[in-house]
């Protein structure tokens, strides 16, 4: 995952005047496309699992153009290293780019490292999903030989596990390959 930071040294590899287009899966944003914002928040949630945690984030938000020209790399970084010597706290986390193609159905992608082609420069933007964070961390735990339960490690108390209904459904509605299979 990249950070503002990383993003602007990425960006700096390259010529400023070339045109920084966003692309992903539904096509490029649009010519005269515009930073609405760039915003750090802490979050906190609880997941299915019952486990607590905090996070912060980063967002980069773009509103799609309808412009002439996308704008230079250079303008572009300026805007970051402007933000960020305002904000200094949106250097901490990885950044998220809200973007909604035709500014319709607002998506949260994760930014690829930018790629000259063709005489732009392309930074591609990948969809994001949702995620079980209880059964990412019994994979992972499996995966390192550690014996897990579905909503965390065995040492996961009896409690805490009734209290989790991802991992309390009965054994009919119990899915293959889900956090309860």
């Known amino acids: 995952m990249i950070t503002l930071p990383d993003l602007i040294a990425l960006l700096r590899a390259h010529p400023d005047d070339m045109p920084l287009v966003f692309a992903s899966e539904a096509g490029d944003i649009g010519p005269g496309y515009h930073v609405t914002e760039l915003r750090h928040s802490a979050s906190t949630g609880i997941d299915c699992g019952g486990t607590i ?11 799609d153009g309808t412009g002439r020209t ?3 790399a250079g303008k572009f970084v300026g805007i970051l290293e402007r933000s960020l010597k305002a904000l ?12 909604a ?9 994760l930014p690829d490292a930018p790629q000259a082609e063709d005489g732009r420069l392309v930074l591609r933007l990948n969809e994001t999903r949702a995620v079980c964070k209880p059964a990412e961390r ?28 991802c991992c309390t459904p009965s054994a009919e509605a119990r899915t293959p390959g889900g956090c309860c299979a």
């Open 138 to 165: 019994s994979a992972a735990a499996r995966a390192a030989g550690e014996q897990a339960a579905c909503c965390g490690t065995a040492a996961v108390s009896e409690a805490h596990m009734a209290a989790a209904a």
């Open 53 to 63: 945690e905090a996070w912060p984030e980063v967002r980069l938000q773009l509103l």
């Open 70 to 72: 996308h704008m230079p």
């Open 88 to 99: 200094p706290a949106l250097a901490q986390a990885p950044v998220i780019v809200e973007f």
């Open 101 to 109: 193609p035709g500014n319709r159905g607002l998506r949260l992608m």
